[in-house]
Structures are given as structure tokens and as C-alpha cells.
């Protein structure tokens, strides 16, 4: 089994570690977070204007960024696709991002993404499996600790983005959730331990058409 693992967020948007010695690598969430400030900052400037053209103004203003959010999660599912094809992969596991309750992100339809990677893995034969992040994102990967109740300890995630290993090594967070992820859906991978899984991930920016949004 040849397999990729994603770990869904805000900043980065997907965080994915493999099983096949590749390095982890991110595609970061900027671009989408600050489309979507805009697009609530937007929203609040008609509210506040109104005028009546209320509602078609919205409306204009709800499409664009729609649409931009979709382009979005369409490049970044293609590329992940494109990963996959080249490096021989058969699986992709995703962990079940909690839809953020926070009034800053309604507008961002992420059950869409995964929606339309789903689709696109069915297409090229690919297995596609959501696991429940339970417990995930408190445990630690590198100290070899299943994923469950007993080893939960999210205290270790001592910055956003920077998980404390219990020898003291910071790793990225994101990274070891997605591991863990992995973990939870093939423990049997890990039996030998999980030498040969790297820990540094490397970044991955989508076109400039996307970044000039982040700046």
C-alpha cells in the first residue's frame, strides 16, 4: 500500500505525509483565509451601507468569492492528484476537518473540498478514506504514541504551529497530526516503529494567481 495522509487547516490549508519516504509537504491556507476576510469585510461594508441594492449587492459579492474559494479547492485537489499519479500512490486518507463555528469562516465551504477530491480520486481509481481526527492533534507521532485517550496530551502543542516531542524536538504540528491520522487508519503500518518517516516538510505555493491574494 502506497498512501498519502492529510491533515486539513486554516493556515495550511493541507498538510500531507506519505509512506513512501517522500519528505511531508504544505500548501498553505493564506490565500484562502484572506479571500474570505475580505469577502466578510466586504459583507459588513454593505450592511452597514444600506442602500437599496442590498441583497444584489451581496448576492455579487457572495459569487465572486464563492467562486474564487472553488477555483481554489479545484487547483489544490488537482495538484494533489497530480502527486498521487507520479508517485505511484493508491490511497488517500483525510482526516474529518471540523467546520470552523466561528462567525470569520461561514463563508468557506470546505465540505466541498473534500467533495470534489473524492470525486477526483474515484476517477483515477485511487481509494479515498476520511478518518475522525479524534484525539489526533494531543498525541505525538514521533514519540510513537497511538492515538488514543490515554497518551492525549495537547499541552505539548507549545506554539500554533509546533509540536514538543517528549525528548524535548519541535516538530510541526500539522505534520504530526497528519501522521497520526495515518496512524489511526493503518496502525499496522507502524509495527517496526516509524524510522524512514520524515519530519521537515517542504512548502508548496500555488500559482501566482492564487498568492497575490496573500500578500
Known amino acids: 500500500?502506497?498512501?498519502?495522509?492529510?491533515?486539513?487547516?486554516?493556515?495550511?490549508?493541507?498538510?500531507?505525509?506519505?509512506?513512501?519516504g517522500d519528505e511531508p509537504i504544505i500548501i498553505k491556507g493564506k490565500a484562502l483565509k484572506a479571500r474570505n476576510q475580505w469577502y466578510n469585510k466586504c459583507i459588513k461594508e454593505i450592511k452597514e451601507d444600506k442602500k437599496a441594492d442590498f441583497n444584489i449587492r451581496i448576492s455579487r459579492t457572495a459569487s465572486s468569492s464563492i467562486s474564487y474559494i472553488i477555483d481554489y479547492f479545484s487547483e489544490v485537489s488537482d495538484w494533489i492528484i497530480g502527486y498521487c499519479i507520479s508517485n505511484n500512490i493508491d490511497t488517500v486518507i483525510i482526516g474529518k476537518y471540523k467546520i470552523l463555528e466561528k462567525k470569520d469562516f461561514v463563508s468557506i465551504p470546505f465540505e466541498h473540498f473534500y467533495s470534489l477530491l473524492e470525486t477526483k480520486c474515484k476517477y483515477y481509481n485511487i481509494r479515498y478514506k476520511v478518518i475522525n481526527e479524534k484525539y489526533t492533534s494531543g498525541t505525538s507521532f514521533f514519540d510513537d504514541e497511538p492515538p488514543i485517550k490515554a497518551y492525549y496530551n495537547k499541552q505539548r502543542r507549545v506554539y500554533k504551529h509546533l509540536w514538543q516531542c517528549n525528548n524535548g524536538d519541535l516538530v510541526n504540528a500539522d505534520v504530526n497530526d497528519s501522521y497520526q491520522i495515518m496512524r489511526k487508519a493503518y496502525p499496522e503500518l507502524f509495527e517496526n516503529g516509524i524510522d524512514g518517516f520524515k519530519k521537515d516538510p517542504r512548502v508548496v505555493k500555488m500559482n501566482k494567481e492564487w498568492m497575490k491574494y496573500a500578500d
Open 1 to 20: 500500500m502506497r498512501l498519502i495522509s492529510i491533515d486539513v487547516g486554516m493556515n495550511n490549508f493541507v498538510t500531507i505525509t506519505n509512506n513512501i
